[in-house]
């Protein structure tokens, strides 16, 4: 969504969160170039379906290429236009290549024929078949890489594409289309659609597209999956999160500090899968409180295209005013405020300072909503199995972790998170290898690893007697 307090009817517009300045702006486009678009995406399935692996896989690898030999160029605008530090935007870059390479590398192995012994047939076996133009809507937090990571495995099972970005990020969409345009996918294969809400729902409705992916809020992916739904279309919905992070009472304080205090502020806290709520047993609670805020406390709020700043601006000022809200009602509520929560004053951007509330408990708003910003709610637990229930005590289901040197009894304990994806001894990661979703309000469905690969496939059993 674009800038709200100033955008003009009729227009997308990004604005540089960091001095609050409009950068740019476009025209929506019409109904007739919408339309105009979906028969080309018909026209490029047919030429992507057409594409054997090898060929589809030379286009992923030149997109890689192309974007590893702009990688700094692309993080700057990523930063210019929703205020990532800069080095966390070459690693956003980094992931981009690495995704595409790792289809590119083993689609054709993932989606190769599966035989079945039955009594069916003399040869019965199981393919996977492209599923036909999809529709992504894509999030304005990893703007690169949320848009590659659903791209890469959909083209190299033979999809074409459509995707509506973040209209706050278009600059950097507008560089997707045409890194996949330079790598030389047939024409219609991947294309942006500068469009409104109002022509996002119709297209989803539209019968030409046959799949959906959406990563944004809950409230979003609710109303796309019941238009989905209505339609009878395959989605994948990566929503939001509420991850927490259980600190053991033999955990190393020092690293579980480090890595949570990191987990919190990266991207400046606007990532689904950021940690969210610590929760403490009562024999390290005070320890891990005292040292996770002077470890916040050092964490540099800056211009985001400085190497060494910490924490940048949120993207927008409409997202830093809604979590300042609530932070308030949260201290309102009894938590209590030991860092940050006030407004920086004498800046035009969209700051919002690392913010640690303490004595939080599930009545409390910091127990329960997502906080997409540097602000971190820390829990008291009575033992491992009262944090566990605390951990779980959440209507999102995305990530979590837990800090323990026992190995074994982490493993135990991650077992125990309902949540699609649960670490221990570290913070949430993604890599192309593995599924990546949750499970509740964070949504349903994978990306990444090979069943996000065969999420874009039609599933096709097929027997010879």
Request: aromatic share 8%.
């Amino acid at each position: 969504m674009a800038q709200t307090t100033s955008s003009k009817p009729g227009k997308l517009q990004s604005w540089n969160p960091t001095t609050g300045e409009l950068l740019k702006e476009w025209d929506f486009i019409s109904d007739q170039e919408l339309e105009q678009k979906v028969k080309k995406a018909e026209k490029g399935l047919e030429a992507m379906e057409n594409a054997s692996f090898a060929q589809r896989a030379s286009w992923m690898l030149k997109a890689a290429e192309i974007i590893d030999r702009n990688r700094q160029k692309y993080a700057e605008t990523i930063t210019k236009e929703m205020g990532k530090p800069i080095e966390q935007a070459n690693y956003e870059m980094k992931m981009c290549s690495d995704w595409c390479r790792y289809y590119a590398d083993n689609a054709e192995q993932i989606l190769k024929d599966q035989p079945v012994k039955s009594d069916i047939g003399k040869n019965c076996f199981i393919s996977y078949e492209r599923l036909g133009v999809l529709f992504q809507v894509a999030p304005f937090n990893f703007p690169f890489h949320q848009v590659i990571r659903f791209l890469a495995p959909a083209l190299m099972a033979g999809n074409a594409c459509l995707f509506r970005h973040s209209h706050s990020v278009s600059m950097c969409a507008f560089h997707l289309q045409d890194i996949f345009n330079e790598a030389g996918f047939p024409e219609g294969a991947v294309q942006l659609l500068m469009i409104t809400k109002d022509q996002s729902n119709r297209l989803i409705s539209d019968p030409r597209i046959r799949g959906i992916s959406l990563t944004g809020s809950t409230g979003a992916g609710k109303f796309v999956a019941k238009l989905a739904g209505e339609n009878v279309k395959p989605h994948v919905m990566e929503l939001g999160g509420s991850d927490a992070y259980i600190i053991c009472n033999d955990a190393d304080l020092k690293d579980a500090v480090q890595k949570c205090v990191k987990g919190r502020i990266v991207n400046n806290g606007q990532s689904c899968v950021a940690a969210k709520r610590f929760i403490a047993v009562k024999e390290v609670y005070d320890q891990f409180v005292k040292e996770f805020v002077e470890t916040m406390k050092n964490m540099k709020m800056g211009d985001p295209m400085k190497g060494d700043t910490d924490v940048g601006p949120l993207a927008r000022k409409d997202l830093r005013d809604t979590v300042h809200n609530s932070v308030t009602k949260a201290v309102s509520e009894g938590a209590k405020l030991l860092l940050g929560g006030q407004l920086p004053q004498g800046s035009n951007g969209f700051f919002y300072p690392p913010t640690v509330l303490v004595d939080v408990t599930p009545e409390n708003t910091a127990f329960s909503e997502e906080f997409f910003a540097p602000v971190a709610s820390i829990i008291k637990a009575d033992n491992e199995q009262h944090a566990i229930q605390l951990a779980n005590m959440s209507r999102y289901g995305l990530g979590g972790g837990v800090f323990t040197k026992d190995e074994n009894k982490g493993v135990k304990i991650a077992r125990k998170f309902d949540s699609g994806m649960a670490f221990v001894n570290r913070i949430v990661d993604q890599r192309p290898q593995y599924p990546f979703g949750g499970v509740k309000d964070s949504g349903y469905g994978k990306e990444s690893g090979e069943i996000g690969i065969k999420e874009w496939t039609r599933t096709k059993s097929i027997a010879i007697n």
